[in-house]
C-alpha cells in the first residue's frame, strides 16, 4: 500500500497545500511519494524531498508540462497510479481539474475535499456546503481523492526522499494562451493566519483600501465575498466560500459581509470570526465569536489605529 | 453546432438543509427544488451561443427521478431545444453519471458539452472532467469566458491564482463557473412553450452501460457546533478581547 500525492508548485516553489495533503496521506498509514510534474521544476522538486516521511519523490519534467492542462496530467497520473494504492491532491484549482479526469481513467469514484480519514477506505466529508458531513467507505480497489488543505497540519521538512525522473512525455490537445495571476505582497489565503474579509458593503474597489490597510498592520490575507468579486471590487481569486476558497485562518474578520449559507462554507472552521455588519441581525453574527455592530467605514480605520 | 447540456435537480441554494433524525442522509422531503445553480449558468451559455448564432440545436439532459423532468422543462424555458431524462430513483456517484451522459454522448455527438462545475448538494466538482475523460475529449473547467471561432473554443478560467486563457480543439468540455454569465429569467411565454418541446424518457439500461458500486455513504450527521459568541460593544473593546482574549494579535 503506497499514496501518490500530486505536489502543488509554480516550478520554483512548492506550496503550503503539498505538505498538508503528505500530513493527510500519513493519516492513511501507508508509504507515501510525491509527483512533481512540471517544466524546469527541479526546485521545487528538491523541496518536496524534504517533507517528512516522503519515501520517493517522481519528477516528471517537461514543457508538456508547463501549464497544468487536465488531459495529459489526467493521462500522465492514471498511468503512475497504477503502482498506488491511493491517490491524493489538493482541492485547489488544479487538484479539481485533474483528479476527476485520474479517477475516470483507472475506472474508480472520487471523493472530493476529504477533511478527516478514519482508515484506509473511509473519509469524512462535507456535502451541501457544510451542512452535513459524509462519512464515505470507498468500494474501489484505489482510492483517488482530493484534500480540503485547511483540515491538515502541514508535515515538516525534515526529511530526504529519493528523486526519480520520470521520461514519459505526454502532449496536450489544449494550447495555453495566456495568464494573468493577481500580484500581491500579502500572504496567499489558503495559508494566512488572519485574514480581513469584505463584502458588497464596501462599495466600490477603492474602498477596499481601508480593508488592506488593517491586513497589511495584521500580517493578513485579503478575503472577499462573491458579491464584491461580481460587482468587479476585487479580482475572483480573492472569493471566499462554497464556490470559492475553503480557510480556515486563526482570526477572520469579515466586514459588511452578511453571511449567506455560501460564504459561511468557506470559513466557518477559521479558530477566531469577528463580524463588523451594521445590521444586528445579520446571520454573520451567528457564527462569530466577537461580533460589532457599527457602520465598517468608522470601525475599520479606528480598529487599524489599535491593532 | 450542437451542443449537450446536462443538468442536475438539487435543493433550492436558499434552503438550509438539515440531517435526517438516523444521521443516514440530508432530509430533503418537502424542500423546494430547482436547477442546480451552475447548471443554469451552463444553459444560459448554450443560449447565449445559440443566440450568436454559433449554435444551431441545444440539448439538456439529466438524470434522476421523475420529477427531474421540471428541470429540463425549465432549461427548455431558457432555450433549450429539446430535453432527455434518464429516469431512475437510483442515486449514482459522479464516475456513474458520467458514464450515463457518455453514452448519451456517444448517440448526440455533440461538438460542444457545457455543464456546471459543481452541483450544490454533493459538492463534488468532478461529473465534466470525468464525462472529458470517458469521452477522450479536452475540457475547460471553471469558465468565466468562453468564445467559439474556427472549429476551436477558447475558455478564460478561474483558477487559485487569478485568470488562465486556454483554446481548444471542438468536441470539447466545458464547466461553469459563477462569473461566467448570469441566467435570464425565464418569460411566461417561453415557460409555455416549453412545455411542448420534445423530451425523450430512457432507462439506465437501454443506454447500455454498466455501473458499478463504488461508495457507501456510512454516516451523515451535523457539522460541528461553533459554540455562541459575544457582543462587543466598541472597536476598543474588540481589540482588547483580540489581543487578551483570544490572544490572536
Ligand atoms: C451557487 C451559489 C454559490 C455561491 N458561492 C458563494 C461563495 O463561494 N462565496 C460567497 O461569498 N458567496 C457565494 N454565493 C453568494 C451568496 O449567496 C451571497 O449572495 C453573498 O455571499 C453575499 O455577499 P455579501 O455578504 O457581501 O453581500 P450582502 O448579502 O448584500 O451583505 C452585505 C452586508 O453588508 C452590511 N452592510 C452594508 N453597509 C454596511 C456598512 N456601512 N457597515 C457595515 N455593514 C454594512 C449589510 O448589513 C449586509 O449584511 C453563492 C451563491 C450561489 C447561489
Known sequence: MTTLVIAEHDNQSLKADTAKVVACAQAIGADVDVLVVGANCAAAASEAAKLNGVSKVLVADASAYAHGLADNLGELISGIGADYSHILASASSLGKDVLPRVAALLDVAQLSEVVEVKSDDTFVRPVYAGNAMETVQSLDAKKVMTVRSSAFDAVASDGNAELVTLDTVIESQVSFESQSLTESERPELGNAAVIVSGGRALASSENFAILEALADKLGGALGASRAAVDAGFVPNDLQVGQTGKIVAPDLYIAVGISGAIQHLAGMKDSKVIVAINKDPEAPIFQVADYGLEADLFDAIPALTKLV | ?249
Open chain 2, 1 to 249: 453546432m450542437k451542443v449537450l447540456v446536462p443538468v442536475k435537480r438539487v435543493v433550492d441554494a436558499n434552503v438550509k438543509v438539515r440531517v435526517n433524525a438516523d444521521n443516514t442522509a440530508v432530509d430533503t422531503a418537502n424542500l423546494k427544488m430547482a436547477i442546480n445553480p451552475f447548471c443554469e449558468i451552463a444553459v444560459e451559455e448554450a443560449v447565449r451561443l445559440k443566440e450568436a448564432g454559433v449554435v444551431s440545436e441545444i440539448v439538456v439532459a439529466t438524470v434522476g427521478p421523475k420529477a427531474a423532468q421540471e428541470q429540463l422543462r425549465t432549461a427548455m424555458a431558457l432555450g433549450a431545444d429539446r430535453g432527455i431524462h434518464v429516469e431512475t430513483d437510483d442515486s449514482y456517484c459522479a464516475l456513474s453519471i458520467a458514464k450515463i451522459l457518455n453514452a448519451i454522448q456517444t448517440n448526440e455527438q455533440a461538438e460542444l458539452i457545457i455543464l456546471g462545475k459543481q452541483s450544490i448538494d454533493g459538492d463534488n466538482n468532478q461529473t465534466g472532467q470525468m464525462l472529458a475523460a470517458l469521452a477522450k475529449l479536452p475540457q475547460a473547467t471553471f469558465a468565466s469566458e468562453v468564445s467559439v471561432a474556427d472549429g476551436a473554443v477558447s475558455v478564460t478560467r478561474e483558477i487559485d491564482g487569478g485568470l488562465q486563457t486556454i483554446k481548444m480543439p471542438l468536441p470539447a468540455v466545458i464547466t461553469a463557473d459563477l462569473r461566467l454569465n448570469e441566467p435570464r429569467y425565464a418569460k411566461l411565454p417561453n415557460i409555455m412553450k416549453a412545455k411542448r418541446k420534445p423530451l425523450d424518457t430512457v432507462s439506465v439500461d437501454s443506454l447500455g452501460v454498466t455501473l458499478g458500486e463504488h461508495q457507501k455513504v456510512i454516516s451523515v450527521t451535523p457539522p460541528a457546533e461553533r459554540q455562541a459568541g459575544v457582543m462587543v460593544g466598541s472597536v476598543e473593546e474588540l481589540a482588547d478581547k483580540l489581543k487578551n482574549e483570544a490572544k490572536v494579535i
